[in-house]
């Protein structure tokens, strides 16, 4: 259980960067995406005091998990990911997508909650 908070902090800097991508597809289409960077900014600036041992990485990351699961859960995604979905994406597809993301967020979410520190 001391390895949940690297494997949380290494999702969290791969979705982070995912994050920030979709992002730049968004400004591509005329959006500002505050939102979506706040929490690209958040969970790679948590994954990074993680992984390098820094004082509240851990916080940080919880808290960066938890802000990205509120805004995914929230209705703001769907309008956060229309600008990345092809209009002729099937259904299946868009509905796993839109219902994965959230969980993924409380995944790394409880991997952080439940690591334990070893001093």
């Given at each position: 259980m001391t390895w949940f908070g690297a494997v949380s902090a290494w999702a969290a800097?791969?979705?982070?960067?995912?994050?920030?991508?979709?992002a730049s597809l968004q400004f591509s289409a005329g959006v500002v995406p505050?939102?979506?960077m706040l929490s690209a900014a958040l969970l790679m600036t948590g994954a990074f005091r993680?992984?390098?041992?820094?004082?509240?990485?851990?916080?940080l990351l919880c808290g960066a998990w938890g802000?990205?699961?509120?805004f995914l859960f929230g209705a703001a995604h769907?309008?956060?990911l229309a600008v990345a979905i092809p209009e002729n994406a099937p259904a299946e597809v868009v509905a796993g997508v839109l219902n994965?993301?959230?969980l993924?967020?409380?995944?790394?979410?409880?991997?952080?909650?439940?690591?334990?520190?070893?001093?």
């Open positions: 800097a791969v979705a982070g960067v995912a994050l920030a991508l979709l505050w939102l979506t993680t992984l390098r041992k820094m004082s509240g990485g851990l916080r802000f990205v699961a509120a769907t309008m956060v994965a993301l959230p993924i967020a409380l995944a790394g979410l409880t991997l952080t909650v439940t690591h334990k520190e070893t001093k």
